[in-house]
């Protein structure tokens, strides 16, 4: 069993900053990709960034500029640093761990149970 927790939501004023931690344990062989989603009330879980086991990173549009996704492989752990934060960036943030159980080849989808972020003055 894979166990991911998210950590670091909380309120900030529009053009604050907050960083998030997310941190997976359990049996696990190995990770491939990490990342964060977001999802607004009365909206769909949406991607804001991911990043690979090598560190490849990727960003959604309305986030690049503003978020840096990190990520320690030594302690399966993942960062976003989110700068210039605005009203529309309000949602529960989701981490995503895709990780390999050991002995089985499949790759899975573990997730957090999201941390809040509200933007406002």
């Known amino acids: 069993q894979v166990h991911v927790v998210e950590s670091g939501g909380g309120l900030v004023q529009p053009g604050g900053s907050l960083t998030l931690s997310c941190a997976a344990s359990?049996?696990?062989?190995?990770?491939?990709?990490m990342g964060w989603y977001r999802q607004a009330p009365g909206n769909q879980r949406v991607l804001v960034a991911t990043v690979s086991a090598g560190g490849t990173t990727n960003y959604a549009d309305s986030v690049k500029g503003r978020f840096t996704i990190s990520r320690d492989n030594a302690k399966n752990t993942v960062y976003l640093q989110m700068n210039s934060l605005n009203p529309e960036d309000t949602a529960v943030y989701y981490c995503?761990?895709?990780?390999?159980?050991?002995?089985?080849?499949?790759?899975?989808?573990?997730w957090g149970q999201g941390t809040q972020v509200t933007v406002s003055s």
């Open positions: 359990g049996s696990i062989f190995r990770i491939n990709n």
């Open positions: 995503n761990a895709m990780a390999q159980l050991p002995g089985i080849s499949r790759v899975q989808a573990y």
